[in-house]
């Protein structure tokens, strides 16, 4: 390990334990490490930006011969015309502000087009497809898979309507509501469960670099 | 003010939209270029995104709030830009493999980002101590999922769970027949049911009967099957109030996408 | 009744210390306990282990610096697995220079160990060592998400004309014949796999954007918080199965046969799951003991 790898560890661990003094309470040493944190990380985010997304956008358009230069050129041009939105340029050009909004108009438009299409085509036929399941013993199926398989449609029918139905919980429709109701909360606990075991897991992830690439204990 | 650009959404979008349909040339290859330039021009938006989060931070300094910490930022800021710019002249950019600006990344963005997440792992264990309470069916159906899947996921959750589960039902059994005296008709009668099915739960669980040559054997009944459980609560009943959800949440992005293209929603403009 | 009452009032910075020793303590008792495989991870693992040599695991690295402890031994173990096998191995990230570094990080460790392991003569069937290019590729970062996904659909080289070095796509020996997205085959005559390592919503664009146009096989390793969505997916069929959280991670090596980052951390995470659900009852004990009707 040479020299930069040694005082770059030691000084995780020591922004790792600014961090964590925010435990006891929020301090100078806390405040300090996260400035600190902010103004590095904007930086990188300004090289990565240019480096990752831009020079490589427009080496692109340089890429195609003929025509299609041509065409990835005015890509450029209207991408370019973003940067109007910029500080400095709202502060010094502020009547140029509104080239901005052709972009973003292109892009919306984009994203829009492509998720009418494909949410439709990827999500809301697939899965309400996949939710067709026999409720019958109709094959000779397992009776713990008919059980699954009314549980599974009643849950996406029951979870939906609690949605849709913004009503009081009287009558029938209340009782659909309540076992929508039940089946949210069931799969709210999952999640939570979930949550928690990612939290816990980035913890370990902290407390193993300490351990192993700091103190070399484990 | 707006038109044109509302304008290019609908053509845009209608184009997109309709593409998809006609794979007669030129269309696809249209199609393709027109998700060429989205790549493009994504690539400038990016752009706009860092610089306001940059410029927020230079006002706040220039505000003078605090100069220690203002002055930690910039100086954090414009070492990182210059080490950049170096980098990016001796080794061609500033990610490249063999570029010593990936330095700060690994030692000071990764540890401290990292940290700052994992802080969550104490609020969380602090915030289920003091607020996840039991306090009607539905929050003790999210309180069972929770525990089965947080212990039936680990390994040693199932020798855990069934003294937790244990604990818990005497606990509930100890509530429910303790109160089901201050209330009349049913609820008296749903309450009393309820406590005793609650501590015939507990019982059984402790019951040290020999079974099959096995001491507990509902306990033990208890840690073989938590962890098929939990596996069958997340695929079966989690997954169809998920898909309940997320149909709900698909719909919805359809009609914004709709209001969007024909110009109802402008609210991207701002 | 005092003690318990003290029980149900612990400080929240007792709590903190709790949790901090019970993830820092097991550490040093150097364990990695086994753990049960689910099916949802077995189906990846044989699936990438049944495939023809010398096919194609495309990987999209779209997690950051937060997501690394869980996500990161994942990419390692697949890559091992993967190179094991002797597949080939392509890079991408819609997650900024985060996934591209983390990403690149984790493949050049499991590159540099695989081609150690060589050296060693533990795989005698390969004499020479991974090389870039030609064992793994990597094709970097592009903006655009659903764009990206749905040109890689039909020309991977639309959305990415040269790898994360500059060098043309067309001019690597591991891109012969790999032209779009589709040459992953299907599920019933594979040709490969796309594995999104996910923290985000990026796992729902691939599936809806991405897979659903192209049919290809597709798996998904996320972290914990955003795995529960993915179910749905898994039951619909649209991805063959899931690696879940360190949980996942931990399963895939046991599965790939070494305990690497993922199984050493799994023994913290139950004594950990274990203290927060001990908390859990002593605060319902506080509340319930107290409560009077």
């Known amino acids: ?218 | 003010m707006f038109r044109a650009p509302v304008w290019l959404v609908f053509i845009a979008g209608l184009f997109m939209a309709s593409a998809f349909f006609i794979p007669v040339d030129p269309f696809p290859m249209m199609q393709t270029w027109a998700l060429k330039w989205d790549v493009i021009v994504s690539a400038f938006a990016l752009v706009v995104g860092i610089d306001s989060l940059v410029m927020h931070h230079i006002r706040r300094v220039q505000r003078r709030q605090n100069v220690l910490y203002s002055g930690t930022l910039l100086v954090g800021f414009w070492v990182t830009i210059a080490w950049g710019a170096f980098a990016w002249w001796r080794y061609g950019g500033p990610f490249a493999t063999q570029s010593t600006f990936l330095w700060l990344f690994r030692y000071i963005v990764v540890p401290m980002d990292a940290t700052m997440f994992s802080l969550l792992a104490f609020f969380i264990a602090s915030a289920a101590y003091r607020a996840f309470r039991a306090r009607n069916f539905s929050s003790s159906l999210l309180l069972l999922s929770a525990g089965i899947v947080m212990l039936g996921r680990v390994p040693f959750g199932d020798w855990a769970a069934a003294p937790i589960f244990t604990a818990f039902a005497l606990l509930l059994a100890f509530y429910f027949l303790r109160v089901f005296r201050q209330y009349e008709g049913w609820g008296r009668g749903i309450r009393l049911v309820v406590g005793i099915a609650f501590l015939a739960v507990g019982i059984v669980l402790l019951w040290p009967v020999w079974l099959n040559g096995q001491i507990f054997p509902a306990f033990r009944f208890v840690v073989h099957h938590i962890q098929g459980l939990a596996g069958w609560i997340m695929e079966v009943p989690q997954m169809a109030a998920r898909r309940g959800i997320d149909l709900g949440i698909s719909l919805g992005s359809l009609a914004f996408a709709l209001r969007v293209l024909v110009g109802i929603e402008r609210g991207y403009m701002r | ?293």
């Open chain 3, 1 to 293: 009744m005092r003690f318990l009452y003290i029980l149900t009032t612990i400080d929240r910075r007792i709590i903190y210390a709790l949790v901090f020793l019970a993830t820092a303590l097991p550490f040093l008792f150097k364990k990695s306990p086994d753990v049960q495989i689910t099916p949802e991870v077995e189906r990846v693992y044989r699936f990438i282990d049944r495939l023809p040599a010398g096919s194609r695991i495309v990987i999209s690295a779209d997690y950051g610096p937060s997501s690394m402890p869980e996500i990161q031994p994942m990419l390692y173990a697949i890559c091992k697995h993967a190179f094991t096998k002797g597949h080939k191995v392509y890079l991408l990230t819609h997650w900024t220079y985060q996934g591209l570094i983390a990403g690149q990080d984790g493949i050049m460790s499991a590159v540099r160990d695989f081609n150690r392991e060589i050296k060693e003569g533990k795989h005698p069937e390969r004499t020479d060592t991974l090389i870039e290019g030609v064992d793994y590729v990597s094709w970097g970062f592009r903006p655009g998400g659903m764009a990206v996904m749905l040109l890689m659909n039909s020309d991977i080289r639309m959305a990415f004309s040269r790898d994360v070095r500059g060098i043309l796509l067309d001019s690597l020996p591991a891109m012969q014949g790999f032209r779009n997205l589709r040459d992953l085959g299907t599920v019933e005559n594979p040709k490969g796999i796309l594995i999104g390592l996910e923290a985000g919503f990026t796992g729902d664009v691939w599936v809806v954007y991405g897979q659903a146009q192209g049919r290809w096989p597709m798996a998904l390793g996320s972290t914990a918080v955003v795995t529960p969505s993915y179910y749905t997916y898994l039951e619909a069929g649209q991805i063959i199965g899931i690696l879940g959280g360190l949980k996942g991670a931990a399963e895939y090596e046991q599965l790939a046969g070494f305990k690497g980052q993922a199984s050493i951390g799994m023994l913290s995470q139950s004594i950990v799951h274990i203290l927060v659900v001990v908390l859990i009852f002593l605060g319902n004990l506080g509340f319930f003991l107290a409560r009077r009707k």
């Open chain 1, 1 to 218: 390990m040479n020299i930069w790898e040694l005082i770059g560890i030691w000084l995780a661990a020591i922004l790792t334990f600014a961090v964590f003094s925010f435990l006891y309470r929020d301090n100078p040493v806390y405040k300090w490490a996260e400035h600190l944190f902010v103004g590095v990380s904007a930086a990188i985010g300004v090289y990565a930006t240019l480096d990752q997304a831009v020079v490589p956008a427009v080496r692109e358009a340089l890429a195609f011969p003929g025509v299609f230069k041509l065409v990835t050129w005015l890509a450029v041009v209207l991408g370019a015309l973003i940067l109007f939105k910029l500080e400095i340029f709202a502060t010094y050009l502020p009547n140029l502000t509104f080239l901005s909004r052709y972009p973003i108009a292109f892009v919306t438009g984009m994203g829009v087009g492509l998720t009418l299409v494909n949410v439709v085509n990827g999500y809301l036929f697939p899965q309400t497809q996949a939710t067709f399941l026999p409720l019958f013993n109709i094959q000779g199926a397992n009776w713990l898979t008919i059980l699954n398989n009314w549980i599974i449609v009643l849950g996406v029918v029951f979870a939906l309507m609690y949605f849709f139905f913004s009503a009081q919980y009287k009558g029938r429709l209340g009782m659909v509501l309540r076992v929508g109701i039940t089946f949210l909360m069931v799969a709210f606990g999952a999640m939570f469960g979930y949550t928690v075991m990612a939290r816990l897991s980035l913890l370990i992830g902290r407390i193993y670099f300490l351990l192993h690439d700091w103190l070399h204990l484990i």
